[in-house]
C-alpha cells in the first residue's frame, strides 16, 4: 500500500512541475565512463517512476510465487500431520481393544509426522509389551526417552511394565530414582506403595502413607489397614531374624496405641506361638481378652501346646461365669476338653456355643464329640448340617 502511494505521489509531483514548466523542460546530462547520456528533465522523471513501478512489481511477483510454494508446502505438511495424528487415535483405540499387533503398526507408521512423537512411541511400547516382546517394548522406550520432556511420562510407563512382569525391583530402582525429581507425582505414589508391599518394605512404606493420605491416595481406613501389615510384616521379620525374644523385644518398642491395636496383637501371638513362645503367648492373649474380647483372639487360644492347659480352661471357665453367652469362650474351651477327652463337657458347650451363632468349625468339633461317644446318628446330622453351611458365609 505504502508502494503505491509513495508511486502516485511520485507521479502527481511530476504532473505538477510538467505543467509549471511546459516549454522549459530543462536538460540532463548523464556521464559514465566514455559514455553519455542526454534526457530532458521530465523524460528523466518518467524513466525513475516507471523503473520504481517495475521493481515493486517484480517484488509483488516473486513475493507471490513464494508465498505459494511454502502454501503448499505447508498444505503438505499439515496433511501429512493430520494423517498421523489420525493413525496414532485409531491404534490407541485397537490398544484399548486389546488388538496390540494392529495398534503398534498404526501408531509408528507416521509417527515422524507427528507433533508429539513421545506419545506414539509410548502407545507402540505398550502394544509391544501386551504382545510380550520385551526387546520391542524396551526400543520404543528409547526412542520415546529421545523426545524432549520425556522422562517422566518414559519412566512411569517403564516401571507399570515391570510392575506388571513382576519384576519388582526393578520398578523400585525405576521409580526411586525419578521420585528425587518428582516427589509429589501421585501416580509415581501409587506405584511406590505396591512396590513397597510386593518387596515388604514396611518401613518406607509406613513413612509414604501420611503423603498418600495427604493426596487422597487412601482413606484413614485403608491407611490404619496398611500401618497393621506394616508393622505385622516388621514382627515377622525380627521374629524371623532374631527369634522369640528379638519378637518381644521389638514389640516393648512398639507406642502404647499401636500394642493396643486386636490386629496387630493377633499377629504377635501367631507368631510367638510358632516361635514355640506359648507362654508368653497365653499371657498376652489372657490380659488383652480382659479388656477386649475379640473372636480371632479366642481362636488362638486352642493352639497354643501349653505343658498344662489348666490355667488357660480355668481363665475360659472364668469368662464364661461373667459372660454366659460369649459363644467364642464355649468353643474355646470345648477344644480344650476335646484335647483331654472329656466328650460330653465338649460337647455341652459346643452345643451352647451354635446356639448363639452357627459356626463349620464348632459343628466339626460337635460331630466329633458325638462320634467320640458312639451317637452315631446323631454325629452324622451335625456333619450334614456343617456341610450345608460350608458355602454360607461363616458367622463371626
Known amino acids: 500500500m505504502f508502494r503505491f502511494v509513495f508511486l502516485f505521489a511520485v507521479l502527481g509531483v511530476g504532473l505538477f512541475l510538467g505543467t509549471q514548466y511546459s516549454g522549459q523542460q530543462g536538460y540532463v546530462l548523464i556521464s559514465i565512463a566514455n559514455k553519455t547520456i542526454e534526457m530532458s528533465v521530465n523524460t528523466l522523471v518518467i524513466f525513475i ?12 511477483i516473486i513475493k507471490k510465487a513464494l508465498r505459494a510454494s511454502s502454501t503448499t508446502w505447508n498444505w503438505f505438511s499439515v496433511r501429512k500431520l493430520k494423517r498421523s ?25 507416521w509417527a515422524n509426522h507427528h507433533d508429539m512423537p513421545l506419545l506414539c512411541y509410548l502407545v507402540a511400547s505398550e502394544a509391544a509389551q501386551g504382545m510380550g516382546n520385551a526387546k520391542q517394548r524396551d526400543h520404543y522406550l ?34 526411586t530414582t525419578l521420585r528425587h525429581n518428582y516427589p509429589s507425582n501421585t501416580i509415581l505414589l501409587n506405584l511406590l506403595k505396591t512396590v513397597y508391599i510386593e518387596l515388604k518394605l514396611w518401613e518406607p512404606l509406613i513413612d509414604l502413607l501420611p503423603k498418600l493420605l495427604k493426596y487422597k491416595l487412601i482413606t484413614k481406613e485403608e491407611q490404619a489397614t496398611l500401618v497393621q501389615k506394616a508393622q505385622c510384616g516388621i514382627l515377622h521379620e525380627v521374629a524371623t531374624q532374631n527369634g522369640s525374644e528379638g519378637l518381644i523385644n521389638q514389640w516393648n518398642t512398639l507406642p502404647r ?43 488362638l ?14 481363665f475360659l471357665e472364668g469368662i464364661i461365669i461373667k459372660d454366659s453367652d460369649n459363644a467364642d469362650a464355649h468353643s474355646a474351651l470345648a477344644q480344650f476338653y476335646l484335647r483331654n477327652e472329656k466328650w460330653q463337657e465338649a460337647q455341652s458347650h ?40 460350608i458355602s454360607e458365609p461363616e458367622a463371626s
Open 350 to 389: 459346643l452345643e451352647h456355643a451354635l446356639s448363639l451363632r452357627s459356626k463349620v468349625s464348632d459343628y466339626g468339633y460337635l460331630s466329633e464329640a458325638l462320634e467320640k461317644q458312639n451317637l452315631t446318628k446323631a454325629a452324622h446330622e451335625v456333619s450334614k448340617k456343617a456341610l450345608t453351611l
Open 49 to 60: 517512476i516507471l523503473t520504481l513501478a517495475a521493481l515493486f512489481g517484480l517484488e509483488f
Open 257 to 299: 496405641k499401636t500394642k493396643s491395636d486386636s490386629h496387630l496383637i493377633e499377629c504377635f501371638a501367631k507368631l510367638l506361638i510358632s516361635r514355640q513362645a506359648d507362654n508368653e503367648a497365653f499371657t498376652l492373649l489372657k490380659e488383652t481378652l480382659k479388656k477386649q474380647p475379640s473372636p480371632q483372639l479366642y481362636s
Open 301 to 314: 487360644l486352642p493352639k497354643l501346646k501349653l505343658q498344662d492347659s489348666h490355667p488357660v480352661v480355668t
Open 85 to 109: 495424528r489420525r493413525y496414532t487415535n485409531e491404534g490407541i483405540i485397537k490398544l484399548l481393544e486389546g488388538d496390540f499387533k494392529l495398534a503398534e503398526k498404526k501408531v509408528t507408521r
Open 142 to 175: 528409547s526412542l520415546a526417552a529421545e523426545q524432549a520432556d520425556s522422562t517422566l511420562a518414559v519412566e512411569l510407563t517403564r516401571a507399570k511394565q515391570q510392575m506388571h512382569d513382576h519384576d519388582y525391583p526393578a520398578a523400585f530402582d525405576t521409580l
